[in-house]
């Protein structure tokens, strides 16, 4: 490896992970370093990306970003989960909210008391005993200092952007305007030395990141990292993104929707709506598709609707010699639970972990890639899992995602729960049990056991135990105001 202490940081790309990068970097370990970000106004950034998970509120806090401001700046609203409509089967619906559900003890999650009093007539639907799940169904939100509910944002992609720019370039960064023609690497080992733009300006750097989207100039055409293929799993290639006029009050939840072939996305912003639809091109023409999109939006169209082709999978390599990609150039796992700004960050933090200020280590690029693909590889399963269990047979689609075969770590999870109702989280999966839970039960898996240890409560006090229980959750709700209302008092933006 290269013994080469770092110094100048070289960004090429300024979408949400150049920016995100450019603004971590900068203001944590900024200066002890050099960096400058490349980027071309004449290549727009991907434009999507407005849906977040609560990890998001990790890297604001270390980033020291005022909330209000930051919902302000990106017309943000807050979100509570996701709304899965038609997944299960047409006409079903769940809420996979971002809350603690009830209560369980060191042994057994508190589904497994749940499943017991679903048994014996005494449990209400399981989402009764989630404050998050119920406060997205009534469209209610506070952040309260006692009991405080689990959030994230929807945002504007493009003001979003911009913000982080602005932190970056606050702390130093400086932008280079202009289209990168050529990288050019060393001759004996192979290392990224310089970009070269069209202008004919050379960029040279000791560390290069590459944000290029898509391209992914750097990390592949350059370096030829490799890429493992995911779409015989997740077979959708191709989306439409469209914003639409609001319609009524922005509700505190993504909405997804399943459609013929794929699902369609709403993500309320304060000014506007983002919608999107995530389809396979195997079974469905980009014709049909738009049409499917326009006449499933609420409010008027405010753009053209904009298609998107991507390829489902990850970078073999996501950090290769002096070379690390974040973002869509490392990969794209489709947005149905939001988690690719959650990577970009994941990327980031692990970077500022492993920071190679003294030289790049093989130990160092081991380490880092190991990690990023541990957690791509449990996103993936558990993305897979809202197509494959499901009981929907009206389209050769459907009956592809049905039956396909799926990865033996995510088969092993479905067994378990099927069989057991246990779910164990392994330490790189973002998703929590409780998520697991909602998914899987929401899709249609109901467990064949409870764990043994809930039989040490009696009936008696297992009815009070779950009533108390979804007591406090509706007092809690009871008293939060309309997430419209919070909005406008807390974080309203202007324009
Ligand atoms: C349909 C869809 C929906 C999505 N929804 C979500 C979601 O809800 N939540 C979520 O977390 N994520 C979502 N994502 C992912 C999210 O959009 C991206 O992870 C995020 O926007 C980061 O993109 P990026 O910065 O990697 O790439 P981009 O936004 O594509 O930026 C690439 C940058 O590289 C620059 N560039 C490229 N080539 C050159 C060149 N030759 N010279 C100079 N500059 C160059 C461009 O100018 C641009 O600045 C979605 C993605 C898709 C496709």
């Known amino acids: 490896m290269q013994n080469k202490s770092i110094k100048r940081v070289v960004i090429a790309g300024g979408g949400t992970a ?30 999507v990306g407005e849906a977040t998970i609560p990890t998001i509120l990790t890297i604001n806090r270390l980033l020291q970003i005022p909330e209000p401001e930051f919902l302000q700046a990106t017309q943000g609203t807050f979100k509570l989960g996701i709304e899965f409509e038609n997944w299960r089967k047409q006409g079903h619906r ?26 014996r007539g005494i449990s209400s639907d399981y989402g009764e005993y989630c404050p998050e799940l119920k406060a997205a169904e009534q ?47 060393n001759t004996d080992d192979g290392y990224i030395q310089s970009l070269r733009l069209e202008s004919g300006q050379v960029v040279e750097g000791d560390l290069f990141i590459d944000c290029t989207g898509f391209r992914a100039l750097l990390i592949e055409q350059a370096l030829e990292s490799g890429f493992d293929d995911w779409s015989h799993w997740l077979p959708c290639d191709s989306a439409l993104a469209v914003q639409t006029e609001s319609v009524g009050e922005a509700v505190p939840y993504t909405r997804s929707i399943a459609r013929c072939s794929g699902w369609q996305w709403r993500i309320p912003l304060q000014h506007r709506v983002g919608n999107g639809f995530v389809y396979s091109s195997k079974y469905l023409s980009d014709d049909k ?19 998107i082709k991507f390829r489902t999978g990850q ?5 290769n010699k002096n070379c690390i990609a974040l973002g869509l150039s490392s990969g794209f796992i489709e947005p149905l639970e939001s988690t690719s700004i959650h990577l970009i960050q994941n990327g980031i933090m692990w970077l500022l972990l492993m920071f190679p200020f003294q030289g790049i ?82 899709q249609g898996i109901t467990p064949e056991q409870y764990h043994p240890i809930v039989d040490m409560m009696s009936d008696v006090e297992l009815k009070s135990f779950l009533q108390t229980i979804e007591n406090n ?22 324009g």
């Open 18 to 47: 150049g920016w995100m990068a450019a603004a971590a970097l900068s203001k944590l370990i900024g200066k002890q370093l050099d960096i400058a970000l490349v980027e071309s106004d004449d290549i727009p950034t991907v434009g």
């Open 94 to 119: 769940y809420i996979h909210s971002f809350g603690d559900t009830g209560q369980g003890c060191w042994a057994a999650g508190f589904h497994h008391f749940w499943l017991k009093g679903m048994e």
């Open 139 to 185: 469209s209610k939100f506070a952040i309260q200092s006692q009991k405080k509910l689990n959030y994230a944002y929807h945002l504007d992609a493009g003001l979003y952007g911009r913000f982080l720019r602005k932190i970056a370039e606050q702390h130093g960064v400086r932008r280079i305007e202009g289209k990168i023609s050529d990288v050019q690497c």
């Open 289 to 307: 598709a738009e049409q499917i999109l326009l006449d499933n939006v609420e409010g008027a169209p405010i753009t053209k609707p904009r298609p």
């Open 315 to 319: 970078r073999k390599q996501y950090w």
């Open 361 to 442: 280590t093989k130990s160092v690029v081991n380490e880092y890639n190991e990690k990023l693909r541990r957690e791509a590889d449990c996103i993936r399963d558990f993305i897979i899992l809202h197509y494959h269990v499901t009981e929907r047979d009206d389209t050769d689609f459907w009956n592809y995602c049905r039956e396909m075969s799926i990865p033996d770590s995510l088969q092993h999870r479905i067994d378990l729960f099927r069989e057991t109702g246990r779910v164990f989280k392994p330490q790189d999966d973002v998703f929590a049990e409780n998520s697991w839970v909602q998914v899987m039960m929401g």
């Open 473 to 494: 959750a509706k007092s809690l709700v009871s008293q939060l105001p309309s997430h419209a209302d919070f909005v406008a008092h807390y974080c309203k933006a202007v």
